[in-house]
């Protein structure tokens, strides 16, 4: 893998450009594409500041693009079943199991969802990215819709810019939150460990708004709503709260117990080796159609176990979720 790092000016005569258009221009080595999956990530910055691609530039401001260059690796149709909840001409709509990699990259060149959908539709390979327009982490499981056609790839890349695409989930935290609200909080690259996130100054504006479910011992039920899409954005929204999510390897430190857990929970909890997040419900408008579709997965059968035991803890102790 190749470590570059660049520093250039943004001509006076690109004033009034996009920044991920005026530094295709700039960085003219590298596709459109990749610079902008650099902009999101924080890896090519604008004047010291992460900002969207979409920022106007006045032209003479410093771009630095810090980055490592993965090498393209074709990406080749493997055999991987996939549970596809809603199949038509236009989309799949999958519920991705935990541990399942969206796309390939370093230490994952093969084995992904990338993988499986062109071994489930090969004409996949004439769309961008095999027709995936969002992603979830490696060991979040849950809804994903995947674009079959040009048309469906661009008009849902513009629903989600418009944040017209609306994703909910539900997580189990660790802390016993006292109600409902939101994180507005921005997001970025951490200062000091290139492989996280974290709620920076000047990071790009990131909003969850969350709602009580069900109140344990020491843990919170959540319903999780999306209004924006950075990287690990409720692991990191969450854990800014103090509330990381249970099993979270990045974000959630040691596991938290209830004072004397029952034996099932002490040994559901200290096994639960991924974050406790599931997207449960995903609603956009159809490329083709135009009209709303909406659908729902039920909850990973892992954290309907962990549910089980804090509720069967809490009876134990005298106490009934609230």
Known sequence: MQH??????????????????AAAMVLDGFSRSRLKIWIESGQLTLDGQQVEPSTKVRGGEEIVLDAQIEPIVPVAPESIPLAVIHEDAAV?????????????????????????????????????????????????????????TLSAHASLAAQLERREVHRSYLGVCQSVLTGGGEVDAPIGRHPKDRLKMAVIDNGRHALTRYRLLERFRAHTYLRLQLETGRTHQIRVHLAHLRAPLVGDPVYGGRPRLPRSPSPA????????????????????????????????????????????DLRSDAAQAGEQPT
């Open 265 to 308: 929970l002490r040994q559901r909890l200290q096994s639960f080796r991924r974050q406790a997040l599931h997207a449960s419900r995903l609603q956009f408008r159809h490329p083709e159609t135009g009209r709303d579709a909406c659908y729902e997965s039920p909850l990973a059968e892992d954290m309907e176990a962990l549910l089980a």
């Open 92 to 148: 799949f709509v999958i519920d991705k199991p935990v541990g399942l990699v969206v796309h390939p990259g370093a230490g994952n060149r093969s084995g992904t969802l990338q993988n499986a959908l062109l071994s489930l539709d090969p004409s996949l390979a004439g769309v961008p990215r095999a027709g995936i327009v969002h992603r979830l982490d490696k060991d979040t499981s849950g809804l994903l819709v995947v674009a079959r």
């Open 4 to 21: 570059i790092l660049e520093r250039l000016r943004i001509p006076e005569e690109l004033a009034g450009r996009r920044f991920d258009q």
